[in-house]
């Protein structure tokens, strides 16, 4: 009985989660996403911000859509469990070696990043703390 009530739980909230696309900015829409939902980034285009994923929510993107630091910062924040990242080319975050600048920076474990690209980073993907 408890098994059935799971999935039941589960499938329902799977059923509500929403596909979000991406006009102008990725941070914009991350931050209208709920739990679940996805977000979708086409490309080719190039979007100049950096993103905070503090929900667990997937970023996918299509057609190899670039997201530009512009040199500053870590680009892409991770810092909820369940998130998953695809289809990205990240590129141009901050140097800062002592300020730990990285194209992506994962702190939360249970997240997934694939098939991105990325570029003229200085840690480039960065595990912090995640435990698994």
């Known amino acids: 009985m408890k098994l059935a009530l799971a999935t039941f739980l589960a499938s329902s909230a799977a059923a509500m989660a929403a596909t979000l696309p991406v ?3 990725i941070s914009q829409v991350v931050a209208l996403a709920q739990e679940g939902d996805t977000v979708v980034v086409q ?4 979007f100049h ?3 905070v994923l503090a929900k667990s929510i997937r970023l996918l993107g299509t057609n190899s859509p670039v997201v530009d630091a512009d040199g500053s910062g870590t680009l892409l ?3 909820a469990s369940h998130c998953e990242v695809r289809g990205l080319v990240i590129r141009n975050s901050g140097r800062d070696l002592t300020a730990f600048d990285s194209g992506i920076m994962i702190t939360a474990p249970r997240t ?3 098939d991105c690209r990325v570029e003229v980073d ?3 993907i960065y595990l912090r703390g995640a435990g698994e």
Do not use: L, M, Q
């Open 112 to 114: 997934t990043v694939r």
């Open 43 to 46: 490309g080719p285009g190039v």
């Open 77 to 79: 924040a991770i810092t």
């Open 23 to 25: 006009t102008d900015s």
């Open 49 to 51: 911000e950096h993103v």
């Open 122 to 124: 200085a840690f480039g």
